[in-house]
């Protein structure tokens, strides 16, 4: 089993900035694709970024993309999203998530291990 537990949540202003944090532990780090999800209420649950296990390859969503930045720190085990320029939408539970897949993993159904979530609230 992997571990994975996310930090960095918490509310924010409309235009301004949080860096989730994703600390990963019981498996190798390095042979996993990482990948950040959210939910907001009433809503399904969707990829918001991913990154293959070198890290020199990433996927964001168009709803994200110029705004968002998915990265990850092979060495201590865990992967970030680093969100400017937020918006009243991009409120939601934000989940990471680890895939055996070691490309981009882009559909849900690649991952293997979850994160309980931390909330990420953006007042306008």
């Known amino acids: 089993q992997m571990q994975l537990v996310e930090s960095g949540g918490g509310l924010a202003q409309a235009g301004g900035s949080l860096t989730l944090s994703c600390v990963t532990s019981g498996r190798t780090f390095t042979n996993y694709g990482m990948g950040w999800f959210r939910q907001a209420p009433g809503k399904g649950r969707e990829l918001v970024a991913a990154?293959?296990?070198?890290?020199?390859?990433?996927y964001d969503a168009g709803s994200v993309k110029g705004r968002f930045s998915i990265s990850r720190d092979n060495a201590k085990d865990t992967v970030y999203l680093q969100m400017n320029s937020l918006k009243p939408e991009d409120t939601a539970v934000y989940y990471c998530a680890a895939s055996e897949y070691t490309i981009v993993p882009r559909d849900e159904w690649m991952y293997n291990y979850w994160g309980q979530g931390t909330q990420v609230t953006v007042s306008s």
């Open positions: 990154i293959n296990s070198n890290g020199d390859d990433t």
